[in-house]
C-alpha cells in the first residue's frame, strides 16, 4: 500500500505539491498556470491540499489554544503565563487581553481559507479534465471527492470557531479587498453538500495510505449533523439532524472497513523496549519505537514522516512538546531524573484540571496504589505518564517528607546509570517521580522513596494554583503527562522539536461516542449506553502490559441508560479523547449554556472572566481592517 504524504504547489496563493509516491517526495517547480488541468497536475493539486492539514493538525501552538485551552479539562501551565515563555494564557483566563488582536487566530483563519482555495481550484479544474488512458474516471472522481472532503473539513473547523464566514466556492482569481460574511446555517449547507458530494464520488478504499475514502466522509458528516443539530436557528431540523448523525455513524461502525483496536495503548504506543526499566502497569513514558503508525481504527489522518527528506521546516508534528510536565526541571523534588528522549522534550503548554483526573475511574484491581498496579478504566495510564523512571547518574538520594502530616525521612530514591545499571539499591527500585490522579495516604508517602505529588481538590489555592512541592501537590510545573503524543523516534534527538506521529483527525472510538451523543438527543439512552459499553469493554482491559489479567466483562466498568445524560457524554468523550484536540468545539455544541456552565465549572482559572461572548471567537482584526467598502461584521462583543 502507497502512504501519501507530501507536497506544495505554486499557484496563485499556494505552495509547491509533489505528487503521490510511497514517502519519496517528486518536487514540481516552475509550473504553469495550467498544470493542474492535466491528469497529473490533478493529482499534485489534490495532494496539496493533504500537504495543508499540516498547517493546523499537530503544529502545536495554534492547534492546543484554540481546541484545548481554557476547557473544562485542560488548563495552562507554568509556560503559558505571564511569567513563562509565552504569554498567551487569555486563552485559558478569558480575561481582556483575550482581543481580536491574536496571532494564532491570524493563522488559524490564514490556514482555514489556503486549503479551501486549495480545494476550490481542484474543484474548478478536475471536472474539465476528460477521462483518457492518462486519467481514469475512478481516479477524477475520487479526486474531486477528495477535495469535497477536504473543503468541507477546513469549513467545519472554521465555522465551530467563528459562526458565519465568508464562502468561496472557486480559486481566487488575483487579490480582492471585498468580502461579505455568510449566516451559519448558509456555511452548514455548503458543508452538507460538500460531503454528500464527496460520499458519493469517493471509493470505499483508497491504494493510497491517507486518501479520504467514502467512510471518512460519512463520518464527518455524521459530526456536521450533530453539530448543526443544536444551533438556535435550527431547531426545526434538530431531531433529523440528530437521527442522520446517529444513522451515518452508525453506518461507519457497522461498515466492516474500521474496527477498535484491542488495547486502547497501541493507539498511541508500542511495547517498551527490554532494556527500559520494566513498566508492568503501563504508567511510564510512551514508548514508539515499535509503534505501527496505521490501524484499523483510524479514519483519517494528517499525515507525518520520521524520514528528514520527506519534511520541510514546519512540517513535522510538534504536539509532542505541549503536554509534558517538569520532570527534570527542580533538582530537589526531580532528583535521579535528566532530560531524555523516552521521557520527552518538557515545553509546558497544557495541565489536565483535577476535573480531568476526577472523570477517570482509578480503582485499582489489586494491591495498594502506586506504580504497576492495574486500574479499573485503562484509558488513563495509557493516556498519562504518572511515573517517571530514574535515569541519571549518581546515588541514593534522600530528604524528608514535609508534606506527609507526621514528618519522616525518605529511605532513598534509585538511580540507573546511563546503561541502566542499577546504582545502591536493589533492581527494580527504579522510580524517581509518581504523579497519580488520585489521593493517596500519609502512610503510602512514607514508605515509598520516590516523590509523590497528588491532585488539587480545590484551585486556585496556594498549593494548588501554582506548584508547592514541599506539599506533594500537583501544580503547574507537575502534573500528569497526556503521553499519547510523546514520540522517540525524532531522528534528531532529544532537543529536536521534528515529530514523526500521524494526527488522527477522525477515528472510530470517537464515532461511537457521536452515535451516543445523538442517541440521547433522540431519547434513546439504551442505545448510548450500549454505543459507550462497546468502548468500555475495550477500556476494561485488553491484556498485558495493561492488566495482568482479563476483565473485559467484568460489571463494574459497564454504564447502564439510567446514567445517559449529555453531561455523562461529555465526561466520556474526556476519557477517551483527552487531548485529541476537539475539546473546545465539543463543549461549544450543545449550546452557549452548556459551554459555559462546564468551564465555570471545571475551569477555575476560566471562571472568573468567561462571558457570553467567548462562545465565538473574534473573527481576526486583519480579516476586518482588510476589507474594504462594505464593513465585515465582528462577532457580538468583540
Same mark, same amino acid.
Given at each position: 500500500m502507497k502512504r501519501l504524504f507530501r507536497g506544495g504547489l505554486a499557484l496563485a496563493l499556494m505552495v509547491a505539491l509533489a505528487a503521490c509516491m510511497?514517502?519519496?517526495?517528486?518536487?514540481?517547480?516552475?509550473?504553469?498556470?495550467?498544470y493542474v488541468s492535466t491528469p497529473q497536475g490533478l493529482t499534485d493539486a489534490t495532494n496539496a491540499i493533504y500537504a495543508g492539514l499540516r498547517g493546523f493538525y499537530g503544529r502545536g501552538e495554534t492547534d492546543y489554544a484554540l481546541t484545548e485551552l481554557g476547557t473544562d479539562i485542560w488548563t495552562a501551565a507554568d509556560q503559558v503565563s505571564s511569567g513563562g515563555q509565552q504569554n498567551w494564557i487569555y486563552y485559558d483566563t478569558y480575561e481582556p487581553t483575550y482581543t481580536s488582536q491574536g496571532a494564532f487566530l491570524d493563522a488559524f483563519w490564514g490556514w482555514g481559507y489556503t486549503e479551501i482555495n486549495r480545494a476550490n481550484t481542484v474543484l474548478d479544474q478536475g471536472p474539465l479534465i476528460p477521462v483518457g488512458p492518462n486519467l481514469s474516471q475512478a481516479v477524477r472522481d475520487s479526486r474531486l471527492g477528495e477535495a469535497h472532503f477536504l473543503r468541507a473539513l477546513a469549513y467545519f473547523e472554521l465555522v465551530q470557531e467563528f459562526g458565519g464566514l465568508t464562502v468561496n466556492l472557486h480559486a481566487a482569481q488575483g487579490v480582492s479587498t471585498e468580502a461579505t460574511r455568510q449566516s451559519e446555517d448558509s456555511v452548514y449547507k455548503v458543508i452538507i453538500d460538500d460531503l454528500n458530494q464527496a460520499i458519493n464520488l469517493l471509493p470505499v478504499t483508497q491504494s493510497d495510505y491517507g486518501r479520504a475514502t467514502k467512510g471518512a466522509a460519512q463520518n464527518l458528516l455524521a459530526k456536521v449533523y450533530l453539530t448543526r443539530a443544536y444551533r438556535e436557528w435550527n431547531t426545526a431540523n434538530l431531531q433529523s439532524d440528530l437521527q442522520?448523525?446517529?444513522d451515518l455513524s452508525t453506518t461507519v461502525i457497522n461498515s466492516g472497513q474500521y474496527s477498535l483496536v484491542a488495547n486502547y495503548a497501541s493507539l498511541w504506543c508500542g511495547t517498551h523496549r527490554a532494556a527500559v526499566p520494566a513498566d508492568p502497569g503501563g504508567q511510564g513514558f510512551c514508548d514508539v519505537t515499535t509503534y505501527s503508525k496505521q490501524n484499523s481504527e483510524f479514519i483519517f489522518v494528517a499525515q507525518y514522516?520520521?524520514?528528514?527528506?520527506?519534511?520541510?521546516t514546519g512540517q513535522t508534528n510538534y504536539d509532542h512538546l505541549e503536554f509534558l510536565s517538569n520532570y527534570d526541571g527542580n533538582a530537589a523534588f526531580a532528583a535521579g531524573l535528566?532530560?531524555?528522549l523516552d521521557n520527552g522534550r518538557p515545553f509546558r503548554r497544557l495541565r489536565p484540571t483535577p476535573a480531568l483526573l476526577s472523570f477517570f475511574d482509578q480503582t485499582r484491581w489489586a494491591g495498594t496504589p502506586g506504580p504497576g498496579t492495574d486500574v479499573l478504566d485503562t484509558?488513563?495510564?495509557?493516556?498519562?505518564?504518572?511515573?517517571?523512571?530514574?535515569?541519571?547518574?549518581?546515588?541514593?538520594?534522600v530528604g524528608t517528607c514535609p508534606n506527609c502530616?507526621?514528618?519522616?525521612a525518605l529511605t532513598g530514591l534509585t538511580l540507573r546509570d546511563a546503561g541502566g545499571a542499577v546504582i545502591g539499591a536493589a533492581a527494580g527500585s527504579d522510580t524517581a517521580l509518581f504523579f497519580p490522579g488520585y489521593q493517596v495516604s500519609d502512610s503510602f508517602r512514607m514508605a515509598k522513596a520516590y516523590r509523590i505529588a497528588t491532585p488539587c481538590t480545590t484551585a486556585p489555592t496556594a498549593d494548588c494554583g501554582k506548584d508547592n512541592d514541599a506539599l506533594g501537590r500537583i501544580g503547574y510545573r507537575h502534573f500528569p503527562s497526556l503521553k499519547k503524543w510523546q514520540d522517540n523516534r525524532r531522528v534528531t534527538g532529544l532537543s529536536s522539536q521534528d515529530g514523526g506521529k500521524d494526527f488522527p483527525v477522525m477515528r472510530l472510538g470517537e464515532t461511537y461516542l457521536i452515535a451516543a451523543e445523538a442517541a440521547v438527543g433522540l431519547n434513546q439512552p439504551q442505545v448510548a449506553a450500549d454505543m459507550i459499553n462497546v468502548l468500555r469493554v475495550r477500556a476494561a482491559c485488553a491484556g498485558p502490559p495493561q492488566c495482568a489479567v482479563s476483565h473485559k466483562a467484568d460489571p463494574a466498568i459497564m454504564v447502564n441508560s439510567g446514567q #445517559?445524560? *449529555?453531561?455523562?457524554?461529555?465526561?466520556?468523550?474526556?476519557?477517551?479523547?483527552?487531548?485529541?484536540?476537539n475539546r473546545? #468545539?465539543? *463543549?461549544?455544541?450543545p449550546g452557549k449554556q452548556f459551554f459555559l456552565d462546564r468551564i465555570k465549572q471545571y475551569n477555575p482559572y476560566a471562571r472568573p472572566n468567561i462571558q457570553d461572548k467567548h462562545y465565538f471567537r473574534p473573527i481576526p482584526q486583519r480579516q476586518i481592517n482588510g476589507v474594504t467598502g462594505t464593513p465585515y461584521p465582528q462577532n457580538p462583543g468583540w
Open positions: 510511497d514517502l519519496d517526495e517528486k518536487l514540481v517547480s516552475s509550473l504553469g498556470s495550467n442522520q448523525a446517529l514522516s520520521y524520514d528528514p527528506t520527506q519534511y520541510q535528566v532530560r531524555d484509558r488513563f495510564d495509557a493516556s498519562f505518564q504518572t511515573v517517571w523512571f530514574a535515569n541519571g547518574n549518581g546515588t541514593n538520594v502530616t507526621s514528618g519522616g #445517559m445524560t *449529555l453531561d455523562f457524554i461529555m465526561d466520556e468523550r474526556a476519557r477517551e479523547l483527552a487531548g485529541e484536540y473546545w #468545539m465539543d *463543549l461549544r455544541r
